[in-house]
């Protein structure tokens, strides 16, 4: 997973093993440990400020222009973390781009992971006039048409360190950042598998991905198999879960 600090905010890069290193009075600072992901530290990163802890990673990728660069903030419930440990998203190189997500290193220190608030449990509201069929997980869901904005599959992720269960990563389209949330976590089911058809839905007074395994089409496939129909715009408003 790609990070970004702005090269201001460092005073020395070190490479572990060629050197001394005089860390910051708070200490080192392993970043992958910290995330919750397994790395391999090769260099120190010595900050400048007070307060911050000398962060040890595990490659560097060069140096980026800010002004080529496009920064959003991070959606609602993308880190299950108080404070985020993350100030914004980057997006170098366009639609095409890697997103890097850019470190507020005084958070590292003080941030405490949240414990893990499911979906609330909702129930099923009528068939709507048209409604997209799709399937997750042996389940069949619908989604009113007026609220499917696109269909993308197979679909590119950008994934977090520290997303709450159910949140696949960060899709960028159409020059914004877009949360993905595995639909069948959405219907409080367990999470697995490797879903890539995103349904990015206009619901809860945002847009966001959902992901689902396959789409049926307006009207193939139910069956007499049971439909859900959960109320999208109550499920995805902003702090419903994560």
Known sequence: MPFALPLLAVREIVPIGEGPVRPNPEGWVALAERLGLRGDP????????????????????????????????????????????????????????????????????????????????????????????????????????????????????FRVPLAPEGHRGLLHHGRAIHPAWDAAALLGGPVSGDPRVLLLLDAGGTTTGVLVDRVLGLAEGAGTLPVRRPPWDALLAPGNAG
């Open 42 to 157: 090769r260099f120190a990163l010595v900050l400048e400020g007070t307060g911050l802890p000398t962060l040890l990673v595990d490659r560097m990728d060069g140096v980026g222009d800010i002004a080529d660069a496009e920064a959003f903030r991070l959606p609602e419930r993308a880190v299950a973390a108080d404070p985020s440990p993350f100030s914004s998203a980057l997006c170098f190189g366009g639609g095409g781009g890697l997103l890097y997500l850019e470190l507020a290193p005084a958070a590292l220190l003080a941030m405490r992971t949240e414990a893990p608030r499911p979906f609330p449990p909702a129930g099923d509201l009528p068939p709507s006039d048209r409604e997209l069929l799709a399937e997750r997980a042996g389940r069949v869901l619908a989604v009113p048409l007026q609220l499917v904005v696109q269909v993308i599959d197979p679909v590119r992720l």
